[in-house]
Antibody, heavy 121, light 108 residues
Framework: EVQLVQSGAEVKEPGEFLRISCEGS????????ISWVRQMPGGGLNWMGM????????DYSPSFQGHVTMSVDKSLKTAYLQWSGLKASDTAMYYC??????????????WGPGTLVTVSS | EIVLTQSPGTLSLSPGERATLSCRSS???????LSWFQQKPGQAPRLLIY???SRANGIPDRFSGSGSGTDFTLVISRLEPEDFAVYYC?????????FGGGTKVEIK
């Protein structure tokens, strides 16, 4: 059974570093792109970017380029999303999602439950 | 960058009624790269329809998708109580991947 398990909720202050994780199981982790999606409180879905766990190739949305970093640890079957300096506007739920096939243009068929990030002073 | 416009923003219907949701794109999208998701409060999005018209695993046949080019439609033939949720379309054929703003299907 394919599963994406995300790290727990975080409460941080502005300017702090944060890394959240997404562990894949039940499939060959290196073979499927992972996307990250933001959902602000009461808002819609915003695609942030994607990473190929096989070679760590990334594709960031222009809206998020330079503000977040995506990475993977193949040995741990885990993808990461990190911020070097959080802003209050980063308060949101963050989902990881697996692309259906080995293609970066395939649909996301499995989603993690989300990690809630709250940034407040 | 592609813009996806979903309409209506909110659809107020009763169980048993038919729901028709629209997703219009600012540029033509190949049918393989248009998908629909359902999201219920407090839950992650769930894939409903991919490739414009193919139902994902476990999705009942009251859900159907159609369209081409710049106009796509999700139809729920007879609303069940569990279908009241927010629905998003997404294009995933070119970067950046884009979601529509969503249509909320609420109980009338």
């Amino acid at each position: 059974e394919v599963q994406l398990v995300q790290s727990g909720a975080e409460v941080k202050e502005p300017g702090e570093f944060l890394r959240i994780s997404c562990e894949g199981s039940g499939y060959s982790f290196p073979d499927y792109w992972i996307s990250w999606v933001r959902q602000m409180p009461g808002g819609g879905l915003n695609w942030m970017g994607m990473i190929d766990p096989g070679d760590s190739q990334t594709d960031y949305s222009p809206s998020f380029q330079g503000h977040v970093t995506m990475s993977v640890d193949k040995s741990l079957k885990t993808a990461y999303l990190q911020w070097s300096g959080l802003k209050a506007s980063d308060t949101a739920m963050y989902y990881c999602a697996r692309h259906r096939s080995g293609s970066r243009t395939s649909v996301c068929d499995f989603w993690g439950p989300g990690t809630l990030v709250t940034v407040s002073s | 960058e592609i813009v996806l416009t979903q309409s209506p923003g909110t659809l107020s219907l009763s169980p048993g009624e038919r729901a028709t949701l629209s997703c219009r794109s600012s540029q033509s999208i190949a049918s393989s790269f248009l998908s629909w998701f359902q999201q219920k409060p407090g839950q992650a999005p769930r894939l409903l329809i991919y490739g414009t018209s193919s139902r994902a695993n476990g999705i009942p046949d009251r859900f159907s998708g159609s369209g081409s080019g710049t106009d796509f439609t999700l139809v729920i033939s007879r609303l069940e109580p569990e279908d009241f949720a927010v629905y998003y379309c997404q294009q995933h054929g070119s970067s950046p991947l884009i979601f529509g703003g969503g249509t909320k299907v609420e109980i009338k």
